[in-house]
């Protein structure tokens, strides 16, 4: 080493590395890749029991304060939901102006349903997500009726699972 590798104390001297990577993402040149705009705002999710238990859990999590999520159950398979607190819809007006729809099941009860939702969503192109509420329990019924019509799919889930989907999907 010669002399101008030591500070005055004798030991080695720092070098400035030059901006930090954290630095260097705020130049302009890597500020062109951020996104200026600001997040949407709340999804229009639809979230549906598929079965008793199942409404138990989606009536909790509709006492929550959400943006635009709607909650409803199976009222005729396949054709009419029963919205939480509001008459019956039917199923085509529910998925009009829908970005998610999340599908609860404990059980494997109304595959028609299941199937009737998954596949107007995928016409629609809306994206489909299924929660499993069998803790514990890696395989059931609900999980062979959800897996073709669910994009995402959580098993096993719990209860409050649906509740943290859906705060991380803004509804």
């Known amino acids: ?4 590798d030591h500070d005055h104390a004798g030991g080695p001297r720092s070098v400035s590395a ?5 630095a260097e993402a705020a ?24 079965d ?9 999590a509709a006492l929550l304060n959400w943006g635009q999520a709607r909650f409803f ?14 008459p019956n819809v039917p199923l085509d007006e529910v998925m009009t102006d829908t970005n998610t729809v999340v599908m609860v099941a404990t059980s494997g009860e109304n595959a028609t349903a299941v199937a009737a939702i998954g ?39 719990e209860e409050d699972d649906l509740i943290e989907l859906l705060r991380a999907t803004r509804a």
């Open 27 to 50: 130049t302009a040149k890597e500020a062109a890749y951020r996104i200026d705009y600001p997040l949407p705002a709340s999804r229009n999710t639809r979230v549906v029991a598929l």
């Open 18 to 22: 030059g901006p930090s990577s954290c």
């Open 119 to 157: 596949d107007l969503a995928r016409e629609r192109g809306i994206m489909t997500a299924g929660l499993v509420v069998t803790p514990g329990a890696l395989t059931s019924d609900a999980l062979f009726h959800l897996r073709p019509h669910a994009r995402i799919l959580l098993v096993p889930a």
């Open 1 to 4: 080493m010669s002399d101008h």
């Open 73 to 86: 159950s199976i009222a005729d398979p396949g054709e009419v939901l029963a919205e939480v607190g509001a």
């Open 52 to 60: 008793e238990e199942a409404e138990r859990i989606i009536r909790s």
